[in-house]
């Protein structure tokens, strides 16, 4: 998925349809605020309020006077017509055309404007307003990718499928939503029951509700019926007090805090990073029956979890990260949640449970002198900046850790103001304020830090992780997902963990278990009581044939792949989804609804490299490799600079016996993507294979130098070593290898044959 941060969006000719109340059971947040007026009044002020708008004279905030902006060899014009506000700017055929203003998203710090088009897709400008005050160096114009030169051949031009509006932003933008893409006639009739984040964005549709209010039921209290006929109750809170435990000053939850979490799964439909699986989502659920939540990855977190400053993550899976959610704490305990205001001032929501005696003084922060004086969230919570000037605090809440940085290289509270020290220096100081045990909550950089290196102890590291009942579930759901090998017993148990995401991780980490042994394990998930999981399970299983599965399971299965088919239905509209699909109708050897969907993907986005890869190779299986070579060409005359369509056609050639040709496009992979072994491996195969095992050794050699413990390299280099007739060289891989598997049998035997 495309980062939030690049969320836009464009518009049909006739307005987004209003669906009718009576129809939806949506009444709107006027109906609420007849008899909730003073919630209404805060949400009336609040960010969600205003998430998106009509462009009228009160909604846009930005310079529509004739202003200028200059970018990639392009000036765009924003001007007034007949009321309407227009901008000229470089529409999908690289033209200078005008586009109608349609819609605002968001009002702090910037607004971005939204451009209809006749299809129904709305698309967001990559041109946003800076709403700050002039002397924050706000009140002008700036582009999302100010590093880049974004044009209309680039994917992420405004007028692409990464910038829509219907797919990537309506859902947490707009109540309600209906997507309703036709995949017939690749247009979209997207409706929503408001156009902003109303009441029921968060409470579910209220017609039940209001309908219990104005009866003699409601007029009688709700004694009768304390759910008041709401679609969810958020009572977490209720009759809930913190007080410090004696001795310690740590904050106590009057009473532990339940297992799903409402307020949190709540708020994490839109404030995680996630993939949408089915419209009908219900509040106070596991977000995990309708969204597939992103995992920790190194292209969103650091290796202690914390989100990256290039990719935004959202606050959920920091959140879920935390010792504060560990302990019960939620969203409302520091934010309200109609204004979404901290609920007090500064370092007053923190001190609510933490006496400010103590974390207040100087023996704690260390910065007497500091001014304007330290907060609570400088060290805690450090701030990344997204969008270029929206800058959000982590909600990780974690203990500043330089010394973590000094072992992995994650960032760091401290260094995040003493940028001219080393990570070292800051250790050195923290250890002599606090002693040098500074376990903090988060406790797993170095597994994750060891599996993005591939490193030797990855798989032992991560193991432990996954089957740590104290550690986080989305970091052990994460751990499980990074297993470079499965390990059955761990995620055995997994499997029946009571979090979602957990089992969710333990299906990722069987992606790599043979078919034949994969129901076994597996199967009891088509009937896992969230849909994202029987999902999942289904879309794992689907390469176990239907002779295979035991007779009394074929319905479940049927039900669930009909579950991820509708999933990837929702979702006809991206290219993505259409890939999904194609794998997994080629899996249920259904070539020809496979190479339909690869095909549909790539007329959708002729840049998505992985629907071209696929299909080639469906067409590799099906004995058509010049129609194979012929797709990945095409893609590289869009794509030249990406590895895997390099890397495909390197092995289409190599079937055909082009040698040559072959090796050059190999080559070229292992250039573009050294950070992917597999291709240097391949590469380093071909040329072993066409008699230049000199050349084989240098290219493995040059890649060990940056991934020492990678196994395959080593086998390799092992192998060229021995027939080179090189027994020195063989023995020194092979020793180091058998240092990453030292109860590899074999391996102890040829080292042994080498010595003598």
Known sequence: MVAAAFYWIGRPERPLVSRPASELSFVGSQ???????????????????????????????????????DYAGTRSRFFRKDGRFFVEADGPDG????????????????QQYLIAFPDGRIQALSIAWDTRPKDQGGQRWFHLYPDAAVTSSDPLHWTKPSQNWNFMCAECHSTAVRKNYDPATDHFTTTFSEISVGCEACHGAGSRHVAWARSD????????????????????????????EAGTLTPVRSAPAVALRKEVETCGRCHARRGQLSEEWTPGRPLSETHRVSLLEPQLFSADGQMRDDEETYNYAPFKQSKMFAKGVTCSD??????????????????????????????????????????????????????????????GF?????????????????????????????????????????????????????????????????????????????????????????????????LSDPDPLVRLGALDGLERMPADQ???????????????????????????????QPSADR??????????????????????????????????????????????????????????????????QLGRDADGERILREQLSRSAQDASLHHALGLALARQKRTEAALDELRQAAVLDPGQTRY???????????????????????????HPDDVELLSAAISFSRQKGDTRAALEYAERLARLRPYDSSLAELIRELNR
């Not at 609040?46 to 200028?68: G, I, P, Y």
């Not at 520091?334 to 204004?339: A, L, N």
């Not at 449970?353 to 260390?366: D, I, K, M, V, W």
């Open 31 to 69: 109906t609420c605020g007849e008899c909730h007026a003073t919630q209404a009044k805060l949400w009336q002020a609040s960010q969600h309020r205003h998430a998106m708008e009509h462009a009228t004279n009160q909604s846009v905030k930005a310079d529509f006077n004739d202003a200028v902006f």
């Open 95 to 110: 033209k200078l055309s005008a586009f109608e203003v349609k819609y605002t998203f968001g009002v702090d710090p910037l």
């Open 217 to 244: 039921r409601g007029a009688a209290g709700s004694a009768k019926d304390p759910a008041k006929h709401l679609v969810v109750k958020f009572d977490e809170r209720s009759g809930i007090t913190w007080s410090a």
């Open 334 to 395: 520091c934010h309200d949640p109609h204004s979404a205001a901290l609920k007090t001032p500064g370092d007053g929501v923190c001190s609510q449970c933490h006496p400010p005696a103590r974390y207040e003084s100087t023996a704690h922060r260390h910065h007497a002198d500091v001014s304007p004086p330290l907060s609570c969230a400088s060290c805690h919570m450090p701030e990344r900046r997204y969008m270029v000037i929206d800058r959000r605090h982590d909600h």
């Open 398 to 494: 974690r203990v500043p850790r330089p010394d973590v940085s000094v072992q992995t290289g994650v960032p760091n509270a401290c260094n995040d103001c003493h940028r001219d020290r080393p990570a070292s220096w800051a250790a050195d100081e923290v250890a002599s304020w606090f002693g040098q045990e500074r376990r903090g909550f988060q406790t797993y950089a170095q597994a994750f830090g060891a599996a993005w290196i591939e490193a030797a102890d990855a798989q032992a590291l991560l193991a432990a992780i996954a089957g740590a009942g104290e550690v986080p579930g989305i970091v052990r759901a994460s751990a499980l997902a990074e297993l470079p090998a499965p390990d059955v017993e761990v995620i055995r148990r997994a």
């Open 518 to 548: 994969l129901w076994s394990l597996a199967s009891a998930q088509l009937v896992d009581p969230v849909r994202g999981v029987r999902i999942r399970a289904a879309d794992l299983l689907a390469s176990v044939p239907r002779a295979q």
């Open 555 to 620: 319905d479940r299965f049927a039900r669930a792949a009909a579950e991820f088919i509708a999933a990837q239905r929702l979702n006809a509209d991206r290219a993505e989804a259409r890939t999904a699909l194609g794998n997994f109708y080629a899996r249920q050897a259904d070539a020809a609804a496979a190479e339909t969907e690869y095909r549909a993907a790539l007329k959708l986005d002729p840049f998505f490299a992985a629907a071209a890869v696929n299909l080639s190779d469906l067409y590799r």
């Open 680 to 706: 240097a491996y391949v590469y380093a195969v071909g040329l072993h294979s066409a008699g230049r095992r000199d050349d084989a050794l240098f290219v493995l050699n040059e890649s060990l130098r940056t």
